[in-house]
């Protein structure tokens, strides 16, 4: 079962934006918290946002708190990421996942961020 599919990355400049997607399916998307995650190489799986069912709250971690937001709709059962001011030490794989504190479900393929100039 494929529960995430996460797209929108690629090769950006330092300062620069990229909107990153997450089609779900074979869950109940509106009554799932969401999360987005980031794992560069050598380095292990961090979570850097979540967002609730209805949307109305959200949390991040510090190194993105103020570049970074997530956001959902219920009715395509799509999270976004919108990243910001990007910097060199943001490149990672990007994954999305289930749950507000931890994953819930199998990973998906996750979508490159490179920044460099």
């Known amino acids: 079962q494929v529960y995430f599919v996460e797209s929108g990355g690629g090769l950006v400049q330092p300062g620069g934006s990229l909107r990153l997607s997450c089609a779900t399916s074979g869950f109940i998307f509106s009554d799932s918290g969401m999360s987005w995650y980031r794992q560069a190489p050598g380095k292990e799986r961090e979570r850097l946002a979540a967002?609730?069912?209805?949307?109305?709250?959200?949390e991040y971690t510090k190194s993105v708190e103020g570049r970074f937001i997530i956001s959902r709709d219920n009715a395509k059962a799509t999270a976004y990421l919108q990243m910001n001011s990007l910097k060199p030490e943001d490149t990672a794989k990007y994954y999305c996942?289930?749950?507000?504190?931890?994953?819930?479900?199998?990973w998906g393929q996750g979508t490159q961020v490179t920044v460099s100039s």
């Open positions: 996942n289930s749950g507000w504190d931890g994953a819930t479900r199998d």
């Open positions: 967002i609730t069912t209805n949307g109305r709250q959200t």
